[in-house]
């Protein structure tokens, strides 16, 4: 490794906390950005040599707040910036931040800086670029390349998301425990737009571009998990993520179309990532308080836990699916729950189950997908051509409208053989 | 003498690693390993998961207490442990010279071994 990626991987593990302890001295984003910005650069002059300060957050907290300072300072012509050996050897002044930071307040800063991002008002796409850029500190290039855009364009989006998030004012009051929660519920759901963003990759093409936000996503709950360690929910959280992103490599064949689960080559799941969803999810599981992210995770982890595709205990899901569409009530849900249905009791029993969810669904691919297949197992092959050919109008992808297209092949070659 | 090698580290900095930097910290841990196995000198060698997946059962009076996550909040945590055996402290710091080299950051605690059951489980 060059002196470099040690470096950069320091301050990639530090910068949330640093960020966040300057946010919350300068209450700007910008100037803390600035600070922090300044804090890696004379840092990048004095670790090479003197190797890496034992906590790198704090000396680097400490240094950024002291150059913005200084900064200032400098405007009203005082004193003149400390030598860099001094800045170097912060001794027991870093001792003292490291102190101070401990416990409850950089948690908070953390939180916060998280929390920013996810402002009611910033729609899903910018919300995720924000958190990217700030939290993360992914540059505008690699975010542009993970959302498939031009960098221009991505710099626009964050510089608008930054101009509304400044104009909402940032809430610097310690947070209570009711707001701390409200505020931990909806970064945990940003985080997941993040790992959506990256999941859902249109075929094995885009799929290597996108997957660093997965990553990253898994990176940034498991930073709220460390902060948060008893919430069953970001433990669910966490879980889900580990789970779904476990199937990566299956996920699409050769040609880069999509394999469905069933279909899946299981040798192919990362193992790790699976021992790690279902050490959380069996944590959160003893809290005894579900909510829709653990049971999600648990109905990904009874996925994991089958060797293969007929060992799937789906009774368990149609039953966690159930507990599902209780907590979070949703056509999809039950549309979801639907296959698993299928499995257990029939074609003719799911088909049941989602035909009212016709006009809810009447825009959503994934419905007329369900439904051909269902009516193709049950013989109805007419009907199912007719759902086939809505799904693929209104396929989002070209690997979605090739899947269908797939099984009206299927449809068309049954016909054949029944006629010959 | 049998020792155990306990590493620790910052677990924010393991998990920035890139793939490609996790891997290749891995490939380099591995060819340290591997001509010690050949000598007979390594024993059973562990990479945890995260802390965040650990729990702690913490013993006193009356019914046990479970809690999530490890025990102690420090800036560096149990990230995985070694286990040689060395006929001297000198020889086991030369190999946990080789590993840090190979993986740079992070602090190892040597701990010479009082009792040892390698047992069967995961072989």
Same mark, same amino acid.
């Given at each position: 490794m060059t002196d470099l990626a040690w470096i950069d991987t320091a301050f990639a593990s530090a910068r949330?906390?640093?960020?966040?302890?300057?946010?919350?001295?300068?209450?700007?984003?910008?100037?803390?950005?600035?600070?922090?910005?300044?804090?890696?650069?004379?840092?990048?002059?004095?670790?090479?040599?003197?190797? !890496?300060?034992?906590? !790198?957050?704090?000396?680097?907290?400490?240094?950024?707040?002291?150059?913005?300072?200084?900064?200032?300072?400098?405007?009203?012509?005082?004193? !003149?910036? !400390?030598p860099d050996e001094l800045l170097s050897d912060l001794g027991d002044a870093e001792a003292d931040m490291a102190e101070r930071l401990d416990g409850a307040e950089y948690r908070d800063d953390i939180l916060r800086l998280l929390f920013i991002c996810c402002h009611p008002d910033l729609p899903a796409t910018q919300q995720i670029a924000l958190a990217l850029r700030i939290v993360s500190g992914l540059s505008v290039r690699q975010i542009a390349r993970a959302f498939l855009v031009g960098e221009s364009a991505m710099e626009q989006r964050i510089t608008r998301a930054k101009g509304k998030v400044a104009n909402a004012g940032v809430p610097f009051e310690t947070p209570g425990a009711p707001e701390r929660a409200q505020r931990l519920a909806m970064v945990a759901a940003m985080i997941y737009l993040v790992f959506n963003e990256g999941y859902s990759a249109a075929n094995s093409e885009e799929a290597p571009l996108r997957a660093p936000l997965c990553d990253e996503a898994i990176r940034l709950a498991r930073l709220l998990l460390r902060l948060f360690p008893a919430e069953p929910e970001i433990m669910g959280l966490t879980a889900l993520m580990l789970l779904q992103h476990?199937?990566?490599?299956?996920?699409?064949?050769?040609?880069?179309?999509?394999?469905?689960?069933?279909?899946?080559?299981?040798?192919?799941?990362?193992?790790?990532?699976?021992?790690?969803?279902?050490?959380?999810i069996d944590k959160a599981i003893r809290h005894r308080s579900p909510g829709p992210y653990q049971v999600q995770a648990a109905i990904a982890a009874l996925h994991a836990r089958a060797t293969r595709a007929q060992d799937t205990d789906w009774a368990q899901i149609d039953m966690l699916y159930a507990t599902l569409e209780r907590l979070q009530p949703s056509p999809v849900v039950t549309l979801n729950r639907a296959v698993a249905v299928a499995k257990l009791h029939g074609a003719e029993a799911a088909l049941e189950l989602i035909e009212p969810l016709a006009p809810r669904l009447s825009g959503y691919f994934y419905f007329f997908g369900v439904r051909g297949a269902l009516l193709q197992q049950l013989g109805r092959a007419g009907e199912a051509r007719e759902a086939f050919n809505q799904a693929i109008a209104l396929a989002n992808t070209a690997a979605e409208a090739a899947h269908i297209r797939m099984h009206l092949d299927r449809l068309q070659q049954d016909g054949t053989a029944e006629a010959g | 003498m049998l020792y155990?090698?306990? =590493?620790?580290?910052?677990?924010?900095?393991?998990?920035?690693?890139?793939?490609?930097?996790?891997?290749?910290?891995?490939?380099?841990?591995?060819?340290?390993?591997?001509?010690?196995?050949?000598?007979?000198?390594?024993?059973?060698?562990?990479?945890?998961?995260?802390?965040?997946?650990?729990?702690?059962?913490?013993?006193?009076?009356?019914?046990?207490?479970?809690?999530?996550?490890?025990?102690?909040?420090?800036?560096?945590?149990?990230?995985?442990?070694?286990?040689?055996? =060395?006929?001297?402290?000198?020889?086991?710091?030369?190999?946990?010279?080789?590993?840090?080299?190979?993986?740079?950051?992070?602090?190892?605690?040597?701990?010479?071994?009082?009792?040892?059951?390698?047992?069967?489980?995961?072989?």
């Amino acid at each position: 490794m060059t002196d470099l990626a040690w470096i950069d991987t320091a301050f990639a593990s530090a910068r949330p906390q640093a960020l966040g302890a300057l946010l919350r001295y300068f209450r700007d984003l910008d100037t803390a950005e600035e600070a922090f910005q300044e804090a890696c650069l004379r840092a990048l002059k004095t670790w090479p040599q003197k190797g !890496p300060p034992r906590d !790198p957050a704090a000396w680097l907290i400490f240094v950024g707040r002291n150059a913005a300072l200084d900064s200032v300072r400098r405007g009203r012509k005082q004193e !003149p910036l !400390p030598p860099d050996e001094l800045l170097s050897d912060l001794g027991d002044a870093e001792a003292d931040m490291a102190e101070r930071l401990d416990g409850a307040e950089y948690r908070d800063d953390i939180l916060r800086l998280l929390f920013i991002c996810c402002h009611p008002d910033l729609p899903a796409t910018q919300q995720i670029a924000l958190a990217l850029r700030i939290v993360s500190g992914l540059s505008v290039r690699q975010i542009a390349r993970a959302f498939l855009v031009g960098e221009s364009a991505m710099e626009q989006r964050i510089t608008r998301a930054k101009g509304k998030v400044a104009n909402a004012g940032v809430p610097f009051e310690t947070p209570g425990a009711p707001e701390r929660a409200q505020r931990l519920a909806m970064v945990a759901a940003m985080i997941y737009l993040v790992f959506n963003e990256g999941y859902s990759a249109a075929n094995s093409e885009e799929a290597p571009l996108r997957a660093p936000l997965c990553d990253e996503a898994i990176r940034l709950a498991r930073l709220l998990l460390r902060l948060f360690p008893a919430e069953p929910e970001i433990m669910g959280l966490t879980a889900l993520m580990l789970l779904q992103h476990s199937r990566a490599p299956a996920r699409f064949d050769d040609e880069g179309s999509i394999v469905l689960l069933e279909d899946q080559d299981r040798s192919l799941w990362n193992r790790a990532m699976i021992a790690e969803g279902l050490a959380l999810i069996d944590k959160a599981i003893r809290h005894r308080s579900p909510g829709p992210y653990q049971v999600q995770a648990a109905i990904a982890a009874l996925h994991a836990r089958a060797t293969r595709a007929q060992d799937t205990d789906w009774a368990q899901i149609d039953m966690l699916y159930a507990t599902l569409e209780r907590l979070q009530p949703s056509p999809v849900v039950t549309l979801n729950r639907a296959v698993a249905v299928a499995k257990l009791h029939g074609a003719e029993a799911a088909l049941e189950l989602i035909e009212p969810l016709a006009p809810r669904l009447s825009g959503y691919f994934y419905f007329f997908g369900v439904r051909g297949a269902l009516l193709q197992q049950l013989g109805r092959a007419g009907e199912a051509r007719e759902a086939f050919n809505q799904a693929i109008a209104l396929a989002n992808t070209a690997a979605e409208a090739a899947h269908i297209r797939m099984h009206l092949d299927r449809l068309q070659q049954d016909g054949t053989a029944e006629a010959g | 003498m049998l020792y155990a090698v306990l =590493c620790y580290h910052n677990e924010a900095v393991t998990e920035a690693w890139s793939k490609a930097e996790d891997d290749a910290v891995m490939t380099r841990l591995a060819a340290v390993q591997e001509p010690l196995a050949r000598q007979g000198k390594i024993g059973p060698v562990a990479r945890l998961l995260p802390t965040t997946a650990a729990t702690t059962l913490r013993s006193g009076v009356g019914e046990p207490l479970v809690i999530d996550g490890p025990f102690a909040e420090t800036k560096e945590q149990l990230l995985g442990f070694y286990t040689f055996d =060395c006929a001297s402290l000198e020889e086991v710091l030369d190999i946990v010279r080789d590993l840090a080299r190979a993986n740079p950051g992070g602090s190892y605690e040597i701990r010479p071994i009082r009792i040892f059951k390698p047992g069967t489980a995961g072989s």
